[in-house]
């Protein structure tokens, strides 16, 4: 037998490899196990959309596939094959790596759905220092390895990196971007089947559901999820790359793909994302900072994030240089949004409670930036990101949040913290104006709490921040800002309420 995992969904993970996989008839398993969702309190949207995404690929395979409900997976697992022989392709966790691992009558085949190898990673990251590696690297090695992007050994269209042209504010003139609506599922007869099941656990007092479960918003068959690739290339790939930092409180989506889950589900390849978006680029039907900007998306930080989660090693989630130990409070823990005055802030966790998604700049800079300003542990922060969004998975929280989000790892993976003051956020979205906080108030009853929040964090880690160059500016303006005693009594008086 062969055991599918249920982010292992796609056709990838079953064409016969080299010596790997399952074969054409190999019967198939797959495990539904409970015990999942009682350990953590997840969006029911994202607890749908994965229980949505395994029952219809079982049905799909019909016959061929055993379906097991069980408590755990080894208790599935013993049901299913009474202890006969079973292989897997590597999971995407370190926990159900080790349980596959601790399970001898399973043999695990290497993972799918991801460009590069595991070991050609390692052999890649130790011949660059191992400790200083660097994404932009990573990024051209990917490029030049799968000729992605390539007139011959030079990148396509002359630069590697057209950060530069994908930074634009958002339009002010309008409300939305006008791009065309994202590809949008419809519910069937499975998805009621799942919403009953979901409300029966919850009824029993067996699993407790933070989040909305509205209709489905992200696919659950590879069929809706080619649709929504199909229509993110032909109809909204063109504005992808200007826009692709900015913010608009009545449009989350702007330009983006909406593709993560897909991807993470196993759903999409990403070999099929970024060979069509080229494709649209040497057809002439999308600029290059656009085409390029979703292949660096993909090909360079999806790919980067999953390799460093195995090749920093399991301790990892444990880094926590900052000495952040504040518990999350009630408020975010429970995504009440409303209780949230803060425009931006209230907005986006909205997003989050409403659909279970948000873009990369509201994660990194609202809601990331915002934990990293009140010193949260980083590790609950991981939880909570994980648990909240429907394409968050061990694999991709972790380096994302301890790394990228919380610089927990003091480093390893960024330059320098990534928070700012509400002058970012204003700039880069339309989400200040009406907002009873000012950007530029650090005192008073109109203190934006990013703003106040911004300096505390630079008071509060003022030598480590001295010594990079990336940040000792921000360490200088700190000692001219004059009144900081008051700003830190403005931070102490918010306490963990909602701002
Ligand atoms: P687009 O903007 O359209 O980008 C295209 C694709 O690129 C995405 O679908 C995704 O597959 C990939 N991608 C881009 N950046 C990253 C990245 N940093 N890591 C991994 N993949 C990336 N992404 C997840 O898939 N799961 C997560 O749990 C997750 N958590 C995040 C937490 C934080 C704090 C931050 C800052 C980022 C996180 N991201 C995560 C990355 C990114 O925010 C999402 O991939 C993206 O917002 C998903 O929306 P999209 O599909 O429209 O992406």
Same mark, same amino acid.
């Given at each position: 037998?062969?055991?599918?995992?249920?982010?292992?969904?796609?056709?990838?993970?079953?064409?016969?490899?080299?010596?790997?996989?399952?074969?054409?008839?190999?019967?198939?398993?797959?495990? *539904?196990?409970?015990?999942?969702?009682?350990?953590?309190?997840?969006?029911?949207?994202?607890?749908?959309?994965?229980?949505?995404?395994?029952?219809?690929?079982?049905?799909?395979?019909?016959?061929?596939?055993?379906?097991?409900?069980?408590?755990?997976?080894?208790?599935?697992?013993?049901?299913?094959?009474?202890? +006969?022989?079973?292989?897997?392709? !590597?999971?995407?966790?370190?926990?159900?790596?080790?349980?596959?691992?601790? =399970?001898?009558?399973?043999?695990?085949?290497?993972?799918?759905?991801?460009? %590069?190898?595991?070991?050609?990673?390692?052999?890649?990251?130790?011949?660059?220092?191992?400790?200083?590696?660097?994404? *932009?690297?990573?990024?051209?090695?990917?490029?030049?390895?799968? &000729?992605?992007?390539?007139?011959?050994?030079?990148?396509?269209?002359?630069?590697?990196?057209?950060?530069?042209?994908? @930074?634009?504010? /958002? /339009?002010?003139?309008?409300?939305?971007?006008?791009? +065309?609506?994202?590809? @949008?599922?419809?519910?069937?007869?499975?998805?009621?089947?799942?919403?009953?099941?979901?409300?029966?656990?919850?009824?029993?007092?067996?699993?407790? #559901?933070?989040?909305?479960?509205?209709?489905?918003?992200?696919? $659950?068959?590879?069929?809706?999820?080619?649709?929504?690739?199909?229509?993110? =290339?032909?109809?909204?790939?063109? &504005?992808?790359?200007?826009? *692709?930092?900015?913010?608009?409180?009545?449009?989350?989506?702007?330009?983006?793909?909406? =593709?993560?889950?897909?991807?993470?589900?196993?759903?999409?390849?990403?070999?099929?994302?970024?060979?069509?978006?080229?494709?649209?680029?040497?057809?002439?039907?999308?600029?290059?900072?656009?085409?390029?900007?979703?292949?660096?998306?993909?090909?360079?930080?999806?790919?980067?994030?999953? !390799?460093?989660?195995?090749?920093?090693?399991?301790?990892?989630?444990?880094?926590?240089?900052?000495?952040?130990?504040?518990?999350?409070?009630?408020?975010?823990?429970?995504?009440?949004?409303?209780?949230? +005055?803060?425009?931006?802030?209230?907005?986006?966790?909205?997003?989050?409670?409403?659909?279970?998604?948000?873009?990369?700049?509201? @994660?990194?800079?609202?809601?990331?930036?915002?934990?990293?300003?009140?010193?949260?542990?980083?590790?609950? %922060?991981?939880?909570?990101?994980? @648990?909240?969004?429907?394409?968050?998975?061990?694999?991709?929280?972790?380096?994302?949040?301890? +790394?990228?989000?919380?610089?927990?790892?003091?480093?390893?993976?960024?330059?320098?913290?990534?928070?700012?003051?509400?002058?970012?956020?204003?700039?880069?979205?339309?989400?200040?104006?009406?907002?009873?906080?000012?950007?530029?108030?650090?005192?008073?009853?109109?203190?934006?709490?990013?703003?106040?929040?911004?300096?505390? #964090?630079? &008071?509060?880690?003022?030598?480590?921040?001295?010594?990079?160059?990336?940040?000792?500016? $921000?360490?200088?303006?700190?000692?001219?800002?004059?009144?900081?005693?008051?700003?830190?009594?403005?931070?102490?008086?918010?306490?963990?309420?909602?701002?």
């Amino acid at each position: 037998m062969h055991w599918l995992f249920g982010d292992q969904l796609g056709p990838h993970f079953l064409t016969p490899g080299a010596g790997d996989g399952p074969g054409r008839d190999t019967p198939l398993l797959m495990i *539904e196990a409970r015990s999942v969702f009682r350990r953590r309190r997840f969006h029911r949207a994202k607890a749908h959309l994965i229980l949505s995404a395994m029952r219809h690929r079982a049905a799909e395979l019909g016959d061929r596939l055993t379906y097991v409900r069980a408590d755990t997976y080894r208790a599935g697992l013993d049901e299913a094959t009474g202890g +006969g022989p079973v292989t897997v392709h !590597h999971p995407t966790s370190f926990a159900a790596a080790g349980l596959v691992r601790g =399970l001898p009558q399973v043999s695990v085949a290497p993972a799918r759905g991801f460009l %590069v190898p595991m070991e050609d990673f390692a052999t890649w990251a130790d011949a660059h220092g191992g400790k200083s590696l660097r994404q *932009e690297d990573f990024y051209r090695w990917v490029r030049r390895d799968h &000729d992605l992007l390539m007139d011959g050994d030079q990148p396509a269209g002359g630069r590697w990196n057209l950060d530069h042209d994908n @930074r634009q504010r /958002p /339009p002010r003139d309008s409300a939305t971007l006008s791009v +065309g609506r994202p590809y @949008r599922p419809r519910e069937d007869d499975i998805d009621d089947e799942v919403r009953h099941d979901l409300d029966r656990w919850e009824k029993d007092g067996d699993v407790s #559901f933070v989040g909305r479960d509205g209709p489905r918003l992200f696919p $659950a068959t590879r069929t809706e999820a080619r649709a929504a690739l199909k229509r993110f =290339l032909a109809h909204r790939l063109n &504005d992808f790359g200007p826009f *692709e930092d900015a913010m608009l409180a009545a449009d989350p989506v702007m330009s983006h793909s909406l =593709l993560s889950s897909s991807l993470n589900l196993g759903l999409l390849d990403p070999a099929e994302c970024v060979e069509g978006a080229e494709e649209e680029w040497r057809a002439g039907r999308a600029p290059i900072n656009s085409v390029e900007g979703f292949v660096r998306q993909i090909a360079g930080w999806r790919e980067y994030m999953w !390799h460093l989660y195995w090749y920093f090693g399991e301790e990892y989630r444990y880094s926590n240089v900052l000495r952040h130990a504040a518990p999350l409070p009630g408020w975010w823990n429970d995504l009440d949004a409303d209780s949230v +005055g803060a425009r931006c802030l209230r907005t986006v966790l909205a997003q989050v409670r409403d659909t279970g998604w948000t873009h990369h700049i509201p @994660r990194l800079m609202v809601l990331g930036g915002y934990a990293l300003q009140r010193g949260w542990d980083p590790a609950g %922060v991981t939880d909570w990101f994980h @648990r909240s969004f429907v394409d968050g998975y061990d694999w991709v929280m972790v380096p994302n949040v301890i +790394g990228m989000s919380q610089y927990a790892d003091g480093g390893r993976m960024t330059t320098k913290p990534y928070t700012s003051g509400g002058a970012y956020i204003n700039r880069m979205s339309d989400m200040c104006g009406p907002c009873e906080y000012r950007p530029g108030d650090r005192t008073g009853e109109h203190a934006c709490p990013y703003t106040t929040g911004y300096w505390t #964090f630079v &008071d509060r880690h003022r030598d480590r921040l001295a010594h990079n160059h990336r940040t000792s500016r $921000a360490v200088k303006q700190l000692d001219r800002l004059g009144n900081l005693a008051d700003v830190r009594r403005q931070e102490r008086a918010r306490g963990d309420g909602p701002p």
